[in-house]
């Protein structure tokens, strides 16, 4: 390896199944390799999504008891937490101890993670729900739900959590704000403008933080002018899109826009700046994006950045 950069590099397992030697499997990866020179850090800001289906019925009944399952520490909300909880902890030096030394690597993250949490204040309101005895069925005879235990976890664990971090309110109930502005004139556009401030005033009133209100995180896709427009009524600049809400498919079918890029001007008279999420390092930490495990996604997303 000469000059710094990120290098190509094929792992191999050879061995003689009794024909004489032949390969046994083969993983591609890849190198980062800088030599002397001095490196600096790629920033990069985490923006951690804690959404779910919205489940109350309008009498506030649950359809079903899945978000119980969800929130405890297997379960898909629980890890979700986990992971951003652990990313703010300094591992620098500590070491594997007992039967795990032998297989596991001693940690080299010296740095906590700073992670910004997108939460769906829908998702608080239930959760607050179920701390209190609910029920659980839309028809027949309701069933007393199961969740009051793990729902006081979760929320007890992200108000720690988020007391040291910044917290994002999704609008009430995540709704796709694209569909609900796509027509001039809409209706819906007041209601997606009440359901910013609605989900402002619940992350408050449940986390006990003040949440960031120049930053909106529209749905993936195409977001409309009418869309931004809504959501700036609530105080937001800047908007974190994906790369999909730019250009058109059939005449860009590669677009690459910065991670700041300006958008259309509003008509509110704000100049709105969208921030471009990452897809490919998005998908890295989904896991599963190479198809070779976690430790081969981890090198990759450290050669990515």
Request: charged letters at 20%; proline letters at 10%; glycine letters at 12%.
């Amino acid at each position: 390896m000469g000059g710094s950069g990120v290098y190509p590099l094929d792992v191999e397992a050879r061995g003689n199944l009794g024909d004489g030697p032949e390969r046994l499997g083969l993983v591609p990866t890849w190198v980062p390799w800088f030599g002397s020179n001095p490196v600096r850090k790629t920033r990069v800001a985490v923006v951690w999504p804690l959404v779910d289906t919205p489940r109350q019925s309008v009498d506030g009944r649950f359809r079903d008891d899945d978000l119980a399952a969800s929130v405890l520490p297997g379960g898909r909300l629980g890890r979700l937490l986990h992971a951003a909880t652990a990313a703010a902890i300094p591992e620098c030096g500590l070491a594997a101890t007992g039967s795990a030394a032998v297989l596991t690597p001693a940690p080299t993250r010296c740095e906590s993670v700073p992670v910004t949490y997108a939460v769906d204040p829908d998702l608080l309101n239930a959760l607050g729900t179920m701390t209190s005895p609910y029920r659980v069925g839309t028809t027949g005879t309701p069933q007393p739900g199961t969740g009051g235990a793990a729902a006081k976890a979760f929320l007890s664990d992200l108000t720690t959590a988020v007391s040291t971090s910044d917290v994002l309110a999704l609008p009430y109930a995540d709704p796709d704000v694209t569909a609900l502005t796509s027509r001039r004139g809409s209706p819906f556009a007041g209601d997606l403008s009440r359901a910013s401030l609605l989900g402002l005033d619940e992350v408050r009133q449940r986390l006990g933080v003040r949440p960031l209100s120049a930053i909106a995180w529209p749905p993936v896709g195409r977001i409309t002018t009418a869309g931004l427009d809504a959501l700036g009524l609530t105080g937001a600049t800047s908007y974190l899109l994906d790369p999909s809400a730019y250009g058109q498919p059939d005449t860009e079918p590669d677009p690459t826009p910065g991670a700041r890029s300006l958008l259309p001007a509003s008509s509110i008279g704000a100049t709105p700046t969208g921030l471009v999420i990452e897809d490919k390092l998005s998908a890295l930490l989904a896991g599963g994006a190479s198809g070779y495990g976690a430790r081969i996604d981890e090198q990759r997303f450290v050669a990515e950045t």
